[in-house]
């Protein structure tokens, strides 16, 4: 059980629109209490409420931007935009090479939280003048912080609040980070999908491996960097959640979509590997990808690889 991110239910939208919607502590509470989480009863029953049991929503606006602050700190740690770029350099050039489309292309990071990555890939220009970086998010508050921050930094991106897959302009390639173990059940696939039936070339979502030591290595360094308990509690929880490869291949493999996983379980050390991607080409792309990765192509697998190893 505690398979609840506290995170998830102290905050709704309306998916549409993206209207703040209000929460009744008492109704997050029962949720939890259901799964058999009285630490996280505990942490949801210190939030203030108003006359009517609706939780504060500027205190969960602040209690969510400092969480994710916190977060960020661990994605720099993490070196989370360095490994993005080893593999989204090379799909970029593969995209370049195949002519199909010129430029500029667009980088949508769907659920960009605090904007880390747009606004890394932005400072450090790592995928070239000819990639628009553009962040986008449901939470109305962790975005425009997002926008606070790239301003006062100077950068060339943007952040848009709403539905990643509602934006006027198509996405060349869509990514996320820690976002992967939010769907559940239908809802995974049906992530894919979206993305398959625009015409975005490719799509590359990082996530927490799920290795047996994952929720381990997520107690340590989430009790090693975070303050509030609501983060240290999420941390573990979300690494708990992790899909597991096959799990992610199966979900990715949307129509017109060649699912591949770079780094399976197994693959690598379990101390070591936190975050790896699943990522789905359009199979004209799989080629020119692996030919720009080079020898790190070993590490890119497909399902057939995975029934192999497990057959
Ligand atoms: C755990 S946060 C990840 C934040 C950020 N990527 C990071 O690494 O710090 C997941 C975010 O995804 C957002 N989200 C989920 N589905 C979305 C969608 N279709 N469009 C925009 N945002 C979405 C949620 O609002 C939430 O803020």
Request: net charge neutral; charged share 25%; hydrophobic share 45%.
């Amino acid at each position: 059980m505690h398979q609840l991110e506290i995170s998830d239910l102290i905050t709704a939208v309306e998916p549409r629109s993206g209207r703040r919607l209000p929460v009744r502590r008492a109704e997050v509470i029962q949720q939890l209490r259901e799964s058999g989480d009285e630490r996280a009863v505990r942490i949801v029953a210190e939030l203030p409420s108003d006359r009517d049991g609706v939780l504060d929503p500027h205190v969960v606006d602040r209690l969510l931007i400092s969480v994710h602050t916190e977060l960020q700190r661990l994605s720099e740690e993490l070196r989370v935009g360095e490994r993005l770029v080893h593999l989204l350099g090379p799909l970029f050039t593969a995209i370049r090479s195949t002519g199909a489309r010129s430029g500029p292309y667009r980088l949508v990071d769907v659920g960009c939280g605090l904007g880390y990555l747009v606004r890394w890939l932005a400072a450090t220009n790592a995928l070239g003048a000819d990639v628009e970086l553009v962040g986008v998010d449901l939470d109305a508050a962790l975005v425009g912080e997002a926008e606070r921050l790239a301003r006062a930094e100077g950068l060339g991106c943007r952040f848009v609040h709403g539905n990643a897959f509602d934006l006027p302009e198509a996405a060349t390639v869509y990514v996320s980070t820690g976002v992967l173990h939010h769907f559940r059940g239908p809802a995974l696939a049906e992530f894919f999908q979206v993305q398959a039936a625009t015409p975005a070339h490719a799509f590359c979502h990082y996530d927490i491996a799920a290795t047996r030591l994952a929720p381990i290595g997520a107690w340590v360094f989430h009790h090693a960097r975070m303050r509030h308990p609501l983060g240290r509690h999420d941390g573990v929880v979300s690494a708990r959640r992790a899909h597991s490869d096959e799990t992610l291949l199966r979900a990715a493999a949307a129509p017109g979509i060649r699912p591949l996983l770079y780094e399976p379980r197994g693959s690598v050390n379990p101390f070591c590997t936190t975050l790896r991607p699943v990522i789905g080409v359009r199979p004209y792309l799989e080629a020119p990808l692996r030919l720009a990765l080079g020898r790190a192509a070993r590490r890119l697998v497909g399902p057939e690889h995975l029934a192999e190893a497990t057959g």
